[in-house]
């Protein structure tokens, strides 16, 4: 009897970044299948009203539905509500990734001068306490400057990509200067990554979409299923 595929959800708050992970899944974790839950309004309320813990809670709900479903992992694309995938991680007995970890320890691998750009105000706590939580595990001694990239969240919203990803390369160009390392705190952000490492940016550009997806090639298949 052949082996059973590991079977992972990729819970989503951006209605848009299913197909941008679909393709990563089969590339960079291509021994599993996932299955993609999209929830948007995850994501309006932690921008809207903060990190509630009835968000939380709902998150939570999501996070055991997969391992109910017969899941072997989840992966929480949206860095606003990371801490949530983590304290759902005690209720299942799946692993409970968050899609920008990995960019967190890399950022601190990478110099002591870090510069978190987001689109998102709700984004940048999060990333830059995951940063300091990596350089305190590390006993690294790091600045963590955090910046908002004005309109960018608009354009995207609007269906005007192109200026999204002008706006974040104009703003990295700036951050660049004065850092070692720069991360790009969402994933909606990744598309502007060619641009910028392809411009006049001569320090590491990091976003979350590809090592974060990487995760999942860890996951094995449980022999039981609920």
Do not use: K, W
Request: with cysteine; aromatic share 2%.
């Amino acid at each position: 009897m052949p082996a059973t595929r590991p079977r992972v959800c990729v819970l989503h708050t951006v209605a848009a970044l299913p197909p941008v992970f679909d393709p990563l899944v089969r590339e960079l974790a291509p021994g599993v299948d996932a299955y993609h839950v999209v929830d948007e309004s995850l994501l309006a309320d932690t921008v809207a009203l903060g990190p509630l813990p009835r968000t939380a809670a709902r998150l939570a709900t999501y996070v055991t539905a997969a391992r109910n479903a017969g899941a072997d992992a989840v992966l929480v694309t949206c860095s606003s509500v990371g801490p949530f995938a983590e304290a759902a991680r005690p209720l299942v007995d799946i692993p409970v990734f968050r899609v920008d970890e990995p960019m967190a320890e890399q950022a601190v691998a990478h110099g002591t001068r870090i510069a978190v750009l987001a689109t998102l105000d709700s984004t940048l706590r999060p990333t830059a306490d995951l940063v300091r939580r990596h350089a305190a595990t590390r006993r690294a001694d790091v600045t963590v400057t955090t910046a908002i990239c004005p309109g960018a969240h608009q354009a995207r919203l609007s269906g005007d990509t192109a200026r999204h990803d002008d706006l974040i390369a104009a703003e990295a160009h700036r951050l660049a200067a004065d850092h070692d390392v720069l991360v790009l705190a969402q994933a909606s952000m990744a598309a502007a990554v060619d641009r910028l490492t392809s411009g006049r940016i001569s320090v590491p550009v990091l976003s979350s979409s590809r090592t974060g997806t990487a995760q999942l090639a860890t996951v094995t298949a449980r022999e039981e299923r609920a």
